[in-house]
């Protein structure tokens, strides 16, 4: 590599010399040998600074190592926690603000009037039920199960916001039971006592079957 750079700049130091003196223009005198030796002698320098710099540069390729590789960032798992929430075992936490660990209730405030969620918050009491107590087991319930919509309808034949199956057992609660959410969630709240004692025992069973 040294021996061929130093070959092509000699070359061109050469060739650079003949063109300067051009054709017929040989040195004769004394005085225009002594002038022309003189011009070889600066190629010649040159040459030689070029020579040492490749000698360098060649010498460096041969001594270059890798000191680190570069590390990737691992890429998030399927089980990464989003931005602004948190999961811990055993809970779950459902729309509008309520939440369970296990079967355990979690008191929540009175809905906002005039919704379906507060006509279940005040009913609770007729049931013989604490509201503060109770009423985030039926919220979990019927979140899931309707959205708390009142003329929620499923392929299977349920109805309404407790979801009866079907949805005519729930004509024993009131005549006006496919529109009145009232009428309904009196009947979801009778056959939750009627079946499981209470709505946090049935809330306890949907968790472990997905159905109460």
Known sequence: MVATAVTAATGIAVTGYMVLLGPGHMPTTGAAIAAAAVSGSQAMTVLEQQRQQIIVMDAASHTMSVVGVPKVAARPTAQAVTAGS?????????????????????????PNAGTAQLIAYNMLSSFGWNPATYYSCVDNIFSRESGWRYNAYNASGAYGIPQALPGSKMATAGADWQTNPATQIKWGLGYMRDRYGDPCKAWAYWQAHSYY
């Open 86 to 110: 948190s999961v811990t075992a055993g809970s779950s936490v459902t729309a509008g603000g309520s939440a369970t660990a296990g079967s355990a209730s979690v008191n929540l405030p009175a």
